[in-house]
């Protein structure tokens, strides 16, 4: 079956602009978690979606928020773009039918602030 | 607060060589699990093995085995008869138990392992 798919793979912006990354989860699945990835903070935890409302949120700005549909498929946005925000974003789905869903990641998109 | 501690960097072992990936935690709970994910070069996380804070047996998975210890708050990761497909980095996460549907990942910082053929 095909796995968790993010796109755009790859873009650049500058600072100011915004940016809106897609994620499509494994069919089945109604859960859909972003995780944000630097060298120097590792991975840290953005938000939750399940059933189109947010569920968790980690500690990051209101510039980072993000929206899910009604086929369980999810969008990030990050407004204001900084060069900080130049991260691989992962994108990870789950069944969510138990505690501490094993989560299935995305190849991620790799945003690059200039 | 939760955290994962990953203290090696990085590690870099001949092929056939056995390797230990420490991960150390700290949480308040009496209920967690813990996770290893491994990241090729690829980027995708790829999902090891799920641990709940009351199953302390250790696992062994092929050349992957696992050990979990309370007492130290350790969980640790061993490859047997390394590989150079095993070269990645391994991440070593913590969730709490927060119900069903729990999914922030509290993660260390990583191993990047490199297998030397």
């Known amino acids: 079956k095909a796995g968790v798919t993010q796109t755009p793979r790859y873009l650049i912006k500058t600072r100011g602009q915004q940016v809106t990354l897609s994620c499509s989860p494994i069919s089945g699945h109604r859960s859909v978690s972003w995780y944000q990835q630097t060298p120097g903070q590792g991975l840290q935890f953005l938000f939750e979606y399940f059933s189109e409302t947010q569920r968790n949120k980690g500690n990051f700005p209101g510039r980072f928020s993000g929206r899910q549909f009604s086929n369980s498929r999810s969008e990030m946005n990050v407004s204001t773009l900084e060069l900080g925000d130049s991260a691989l974003y992962l994108c990870a789905s789950s069944l969510n039918r138990a505690r501490a869903n094993v989560l299935t990641f995305g190849a991620g998109s790799r945003l690059t602030v200039l | 607060a939760q955290k994962v501690t990953q203290a090696q960097t990085e590690i870099s072992v001949v092929e056939k060589e056995d390797v230990t990936l420490d991960c150390v935690y700290e949480?308040?709970?009496?209920?967690?699990?813990l996770f290893w994910y491994k990241q090729p070069p690829s980027g995708e996380l790829v999902f090891l093995i799920r641990?709940?804070?009351?199953?302390?047996q250790n696992e062994i998975s092929g050349r992957y085995s696992w050990n979990f210890q309370k007492s130290t708050s350790s969980f640790n990761f061993t490859i047997t008869a390394s590989q150079v497909v095993d070269s990645a980095v391994y991440f070593c996460?913590?969730?709490?138990?927060?119900?069903?549907?729990?999914?922030?990942?509290?993660f260390g910082t990583g191993t990047r392992l490199t297998i030397i053929p």
């Open positions: 996460a913590l969730s709490e138990d927060r119900g069903f549907g729990n999914e922030k990942l509290t």
């Open positions: 949480t308040r709970d009496t209920t967690y699990y």
């Open positions: 641990r709940n804070s009351f199953d302390e």
